[in-house]
Structure formats: C-alpha cells, structure tokens
C-alpha cells in the first residue's frame, strides 16, 4: 500500500476563485505527477516533477501550476477556477527504478473537483 | 495521437466467466506494460505488468498475454467476481526514458453476480 494522500477529497467552489490541491507522498519518492481525469474516461498526464525545483507540463494542456520545493510535497494551484476545470484530479508518484526495472507509480485518492 | 487503443470500452460478465480487455500500442520503443485497477472514488492502483521478453505473465486469476508482433497485450481475468468490478486501464512506457506512462482510454468492467 503506497502512502500518498491528497487533500481535499471534495471541492466545491464558486467561479474566479483560486484554490490549491494538495499531494503528499511519504516514500521519499522523486518523481510526482498530476493527472486530470473526468469520470469513467482515461488519465490525461497535466503536469510532472523529476524533483525538486523541477516541474513540466503534461500532454494535456492546463492552466493550473505547479511547484516542487519539497520532495514529500507537489501542490497544484488554479488562480481562477472556472466551470470547466471540473474534474478529478489524481496525484502520483514513483521512485527511480534500479535498473532493468521500471517505475511503478503509485496514486491518491484522487480530488474530485466541481467549479460552480 | 492516441498511442494506446483499449478495448472494449466497457464489458459485462457472468461471475465465473473470462474477462478478456485487449490494448494496441504504436511506440515500438515501449518495453513495459503494465495495468492499473481503479474502483470508484479511488486512484488507479498497479495490478500486473509484463516485459515483452515474455509472452504471458500470470499472478493469481489475471494473466497477461503479450503479441510483440502484432504489437498487442490483453488481460484475461479468470473466474471472474463481482468485487472485480472495477475500471481497468492499460499502458505502455519504455524504460528508462523521460516520457511518462501513456494511457488507454479504460474499460469499464462489470462482472454480474
């Protein structure tokens, strides 16, 4: 069982208003992940760190940032949510594999995200 | 460009039945295939991966079988349960390489009691 958690589990808020995701992971890991997902469909990869002080935009794109200051810790901000950033959003993370091996990524709970 | 095609998109099965979830990758580079169980209100979680030096890869009910050929892997689930029901996704990765895990689209599984 992975210890990675996210908070909070259920938003939700009104237009233009700015909110934060929060991801932590206790494994020490060095790689985390965002991913955006809409109920029942797949995961779309919005943004992912190789560390700290280093974070890059997914294949989808987003208007949310990002920041890696600590290992444990990847926050996903929305300075101004709007009706269509309603959705789940899941945090990941993975380690550097040894190698010949992969690396598995572990996932939270999940934020599921409802903008009004 | 979708680079892994999953299907069906959703399945019903009698308990007791196959479960058969099929997925097609492009990247010839992909050497690591795993799938991932995701119940609702819950994030996906790992449930067997394969290497294509391997043909199948079995743990328990879930078996993976790989065509490198056809550029094909499948998850078979056998004797089937209502608590596998469940969303499962396939995706491929090369190792070692920057690129992140690429997705399917899911299916929707429903295994009827």
């Known amino acids: 069982e992975a210890d990675i958690y996210q908070t909070p589990r259920y938003l939700v808020i009104g237009t233009g208003k700015k909110i934060t995701l929060e991801c932590s992971q206790t494994?020490?890991?060095?790689?985390m992940y965002w991913y955006q997902q809409d109920p029942g469909m797949e995961l779309h990869l919005i943004h992912y760190?190789?560390?700290?002080?280093?974070?890059e935009k997914g294949d989808l794109s987003s208007e949310s940032t990002v920041s890696r200051i600590r290992t444990e810790h990847f926050p996903l901000t929305l300075e101004s949510a709007r009706p269509s950033h309603t959705s789940q959003y899941l945090c990941?993370?993975?380690?550097?594999?040894?190698?010949?091996?992969?690396?598995?990524?572990?996932f939270g709970p999940g934020t599921r995200l409802t903008v009004l | 460009q979708q680079q892994v095609k999953q299907s069906p998109q959703s399945l019903i099965v009698q308990k007791g039945g196959i479960s058969i979830i099929n997925c097609a990758y492009e990247?010839?580079?992909?050497?690591?295939f795993p799938w991932y169980q995701q119940f609702p209100g819950k994030g996906p979680a790992l449930l067997i991966a394969?290497?294509?030096?391997?043909s199948e890869k079995k743990e328990g009910r879930f078996t993976i079988s790989f065509n490198k050929s056809a550029k094909q892997f499948s998850l078979h689930i056998m004797d089937s349960q209502p608590g596998d029901s469940a969303t499962y996704f396939c995706?491929?990765?090369?190792?070692?390489?920057?690129?992140?895990?690429?997705f399917g689209s899911g299916t929707q599984l429903t295994v009827l009691p």
């Open positions: 494994m020490g890991h060095d790689k």
């Open positions: 990247n010839t580079a992909f050497d690591y």
């Open positions: 394969i290497r294509p030096d391997v």
């Open positions: 760190s190789y560390g700290v002080n280093s974070t």
């Open positions: 990941a993370s993975s380690d550097t594999p040894l190698a010949g091996k992969a690396d598995t990524q572990y």
């Open positions: 995706a491929s990765k090369r190792s070692g390489s920057a690129r992140q895990l690429t």
